[in-house]
């Protein structure tokens, strides 16, 4: 129990996962599951009312604030009592949904993903509210990105005459006068482009979960809204080629293109008819970030490029998976798909550019990601598409498969 009370990160990766699931675990069997339904709408009630203080959304007046784990439990609650409660829990996610909206915008990555979950929950019960989230999200999106992209042009380059600021940018994020030091600058300005990168993962993972689950909802998802999607999904991706956001910060690159690819797998994941206008759009991305990986965006290191790549196998895997028709009714698709997958082959095998393991962990679960890609997006194709390469891939898949098991037996 002690260690859902520390801020600080667990000695394992695994201890704060095993310790959140059976603290809901003892919450779910202990509380709600033996509550009558009336029971149950009180608890969802005192759960969001319990996240209130500590996503600032009221004075903190000696409530308790909990902290990143205390939140992922509460949250993940939440999504439990939605799911259980469906449409008799009106009472309650009206409290519930704000509180999980300004959730999305939390510093902890886990809290956004379980926020994201609930709003999920949220969506099958209440798919009206599912598609007004899915707009307000969108909204909130793309305010983060403005901002993203306009705090870097605020960044004076050293040597580099600084642009002219309109007046409303320049309120916006206007540089600290007096006595502020220059060596705090930096780091403050680094804060709010973090928070902004958190908004747009967060409104990017929940949009992307709810157009999982609004098309088999009852009203569905009209097509002028998942139409906004893929174009906003397109700019997020397109940031890829923003030199000056990659200079003041390579990672707010990362965060945008993943969220970009990650809405782009929601839509793909809609089926063929809804996207079949798109597809010509979607490959010009596609080879845009694989013409990356390949030679190295400026500013950027490998490990960059890898979780770009990585982002646009898993979108290329999802086109694979849902929209597999189209390789045959979309003019060239087939060659096209199978022309990228033979360049980015070479990138992640052993001895390409990004193919060698990093220390950092992050990095290396990237790799593997995009290795798995790669080889279930061979595996999707028809076969005798890539005679050439077949007996490669098959040589990588078994090289990969031994990797894995010296790993697991090390571990």
């Known amino acids: 129990a002690a260690l859902l009370f520390s801020q600080k990160k667990m000695r394992s990766t695994a201890d704060s996962g095993l310790v959140r699931t059976e603290a809901s ?158 060596t705090t600058q930096p780091s403050a300005q680094m804060e709010t482009s973090l928070k902004h990168q958190y908004s747009v993962h967060g409104h990017g993972l929940a949009i992307s979960l709810l157009l999982h689950e609004l098309p088999m909802s009852s009203g569905g998802i009209d097509m ?13 991706v397109k940031c890829q080629n923003n030199e000056l956001l990659a200079k003041a910060t390579p990672g707010a690159v990362c965060t945008c293109v993943r969220s970009g690819y990650g809405l782009i797998c929601a839509a793909l994941s809609t089926g063929p008819q809804a996207v079949s206008s798109h597809i010509a759009g979607f ?23 890898l979780s770009c790549l990585d982002a646009m196998l898993v979108s290329l895997v999802s086109f694979l998976k849902s929209c597999s028709e189209l390789l045959l009714s979309v003019p060239d698709a087939l060659n096209r798909t199978t022309l990228l997958l033979e360049k980015v082959f070479p990138l992640v095998s052993p001895g390409g550019r990004l193919g060698t393991p990093s220390e950092n962990p992050a990095a290396a679960s990237r790799l593997d990601s995009a290795k798995a890609s790669v080889m279930e997006a061979f595996s999707w194709l028809p076969p005798g598409s890539y005679a050439f390469a077949a007996d490669q891939v098959f040589s990588f898949a078994a090289l990969h498969i031994q990797v894995c098991l010296a790993r697991a037996r090390s571990a």
């Open 25 to 182: 675990r003892v919450l779910r069997r202990g509380l709600a599951e033996v509550s009558s339904e009336g029971g149950q709408q009180a608890l969802l009630r005192d759960l969001a009312s319990l996240c209130r203080p500590s996503l600032g959304l009221e004075e903190n007046g000696g409530s308790i604030v909990l902290n990143r784990y205390q939140l992922q439990i509460v949250l993940i609650e939440l999504s439990h009592l939605i799911t259980a409660l469906g449409e008799a829990g009106t009472s309650g996610i009206e409290d519930a949904l704000p509180v999980l909206k300004v959730a999305l915008s939390h510093h902890d990555h886990g809290v956004r993903y379980e926020a994201s979950i609930a709003l999920q929950a949220a969506a099958r019960a209440f798919p009206q509210e599912g598609r007004k989230t899915v707009l307000s999200s969108l909204d909130s999106l793309m305010d983060s990105w403005d901002n993203l992209v306009a705090l870097a042009d605020t960044q004076e380059s050293p040597g580099e005459e600084r642009k002219e600021e309109s007046p409303t940018r320049r309120r916006r994020f206007r540089r600290n006068k007096g006595n502020a030091s220059p």
């Open 224 to 236: 002028e809204m998942l139409d906004k999607i893929i174009t906003v999904a397109y700019s997020l």
């Open 283 to 305: 490959f010009r991305l596609w080879q845009n970030s694989v013409k990356h990986a390949e030679e190295g965006m400026r500013y950027f290191s490998p490990s960059h490029d």
